[in-house]
């Protein structure tokens, strides 16, 4: 069975610093990797994706992920946050299942960046 | 222009009565989606609809019926509510569930409360 982690329920840093958001997953064939954000107040939203080619993603708002294949993970990285990074991270699995395609998402980590 | 639009956004309701939470979707999109949002903040796929047509259904009670009367809407009705059915409940819409890389747009999230 599909089953995603994010090992870092919490996070707090200072503007400037960088940051890693990690996530693995377990599932034995081919995934669709995913990460949302769910910034105070607003919708769940699409950070970036990776389903293909190059294993390091780049996404919105200076964001990116690598694909890691032996590692089962798809950690997310900015080089230096910014207070409006405060929010709410989701790495997100979607992979094929008996029925149909199914995303399975972590518990997401709250990160809070201090000004 | 909201894309995808849930009401109500809190509904606090006895135990033991039905309630019903609509979704609506704006983006043409195909495949629509429930999710529960417990309060350790897990997501959890409970129901996805394509083309009006049920793919899938995790072990999710028979209290919980979604309904779809076209590819725009997807509600979920919840009869004899519990106390364990407090959560938030998040609709989602994608463009197709054919290959398992398509985002996913969330609604603002139903705050359920069952007292």
């Known amino acids: 069975a599909q089953s995603v982690s994010q090992h870092n329920h919490h996070v707090i840093l200072s503007e400037a610093a960088s940051l890693e958001l990690g996530c693995n997953y377990s599932y034995g064939g081919t995934v669709n990797l995913f990460w949302y954000v769910q910034y105070p107040g607003q919708h769940l939203q699409l950070l970036l994706k990776y389903f293909s080619g190059d294993p390091l993603v780049k996404g919105i708002k200076g964001f990116e992920a690598e694909f890691i294949k032996s590692k089962f993970s798809f950690n997310l990285r900015k080089p230096s946050v910014q207070w409006s990074d405060t929010a709410e991270y989701f790495c997100?699995?979607?992979?094929?299942?008996?029925?149909?395609?199914?995303?399975?998402f972590g518990a997401g980590t709250r990160l809070f960046v201090k000004a | 222009d909201t894309a995808v639009s849930q009401t109500p956004k809190y509904l606090v309701t006895q135990m033991g009565n039905d309630k019903s939470i609509k979704c609506e979707q704006n983006?043409?999109?195909?495949?629509m989606y429930w999710y529960k949002q417990d309060s350790k903040k897990f997501l959890k796929i409970m129901f996805s609809?394509?083309?009006?047509?049920?793919?899938i259904n995790e072990t999710v009670p028979n209290r919980f019926s979604p309904k779809s009367p076209d590819k725009a809407h997807l509600n979920l009705h919840i009869n004899s509510l519990e106390l364990g059915d407090s959560a938030v409940y998040f609709c989602?819409?994608?463009?197709?569930?054919?290959?398992?890389?398509?985002?996913?747009?969330f609604g603002p999230g139903t705050r359920l409360t069952v007292l």
């Open positions: 997100a699995v979607n992979a094929l299942n008996t029925g149909g395609f199914k995303t399975i």
């Open positions: 983006l043409g999109h195909d495949t």
């Open positions: 609809y394509n083309n009006k047509e049920l793919i």
């Open positions: 989602a819409s994608s463009q197709a569930e054919t290959s398992g890389t398509d985002t996913q747009y």
